[in-house]
T-cell receptor
Framework: KNEVEQSPQNLTAQEGEFITINCSYSVGISALHWLQQHPGGGIVSLFMLSSGKKKHGRLIATINIQEKHSSLHITASHPRDSAVYICAVMGADGLTFGKGTHLIIQP | DTEVTQTPKHLVMGMTNKKSLKCEQHMGHRAMYWYKQKAKKPPELMFVYSYEKLSINESVPSRFSPECPNSSLLNLHLHALQPEDSALYLC?????FGGGAHRDTEAFFGQGTRLTVV
């Protein structure tokens, strides 16, 4: 079973700061999701990555399959980015989730 | 259409009630998932359906009964639940189930049903 570790667990930052959330996993995979969940809300898939780097607006995700590591970056962070960010790895029977990073961006 | 639609959004039920949660997608996905999420915890897999057949049951109590009547619809029937079953129930779908050639298929999530058992 894949172990998925995220860091940090909690992060509070000021508006405009550059944010990095890290994810590492124990067993080789072929794809990884970065997910966003607002309080009490459903889950939105931000990225699915197999290799390299993807960018959507102010969000950038990278993955290094050999090192079993992925990062999610938020540039020019904004209070509306406040949410839980979850890393999830794709296995044969579905997703294994990390515990999430609770991000708060203060104005 | 890249949506997974779950209804209802909120549900309050008594321990003797019978209710159902519904999940619908029209993306032609043949793998559908039920997850349970408690507060401040990651989602936990409950059931996986592949081509309308139950592929995985993660030792879920029988008071939860899944059903996949067609390729677009996934139900979760609830009966005699306990207060500790109160949680967010999430549905997800993928084009296919499993690894191999189908491994790189993105998962899409619904907004969830917030269930409270009283």
């Amino acid at each position: 079973k894949n172990e998925v570790e995220q860091s940090p667990q909690n992060l509070t930052a000021q508006e405009g700061e550059f944010i990095t959330i890290n994810c590492s996993y124990s067993v080789g995979i072929s794809a990884l999701h970065w997910l966003q969940q607002h309080p009490g809300g459903g889950i939105v898939s931000l990225f699915m990555l197999s290799s390299g780097k993807k960018k959507h607006g102010r969000l950038i995700a990278t993955i290094n399959i050999q090192e079993k590591h992925s990062s999610l970056h938020i540039t020019a962070s904004h209070p509306r980015d406040s949410a839980v960010y979850i890393c999830a790895v794709m296995g044969a029977d579905g997703l294994t989730f990390g515990k999430g990073t609770h991000l708060i961006i203060q104005p | 259409d890249t949506e997974v639609t779950q209804t209802p959004k909120h549900l309050v039920m008594g321990m003797t009630n019978k209710k159902s949660l519904k999940c619908e997608q029209h993306m032609g996905h043949r793998a559908m998932y039920w997850y349970k999420q408690k507060a401040k915890k990651p989602p936990e897999l409950m059931f996986v359906y592949s081509y309308e057949k139950l592929s995985i049951n993660e030792s879920v109590p029988s008071r939860f009964s899944p059903e996949c009547p067609n390729s677009s619809l996934l139900n979760l029937h609830l009966h005699a639940l306990q207060p500790e079953d109160s949680a967010l129930y999430l549905c997800a779908s993928r084009r296919f189930f499993g690894g191999g050639a189908h491994r790189d298929t993105e998962a899409f999530f619904g907004q969830g049903t917030r269930l409270t058992v009283v």
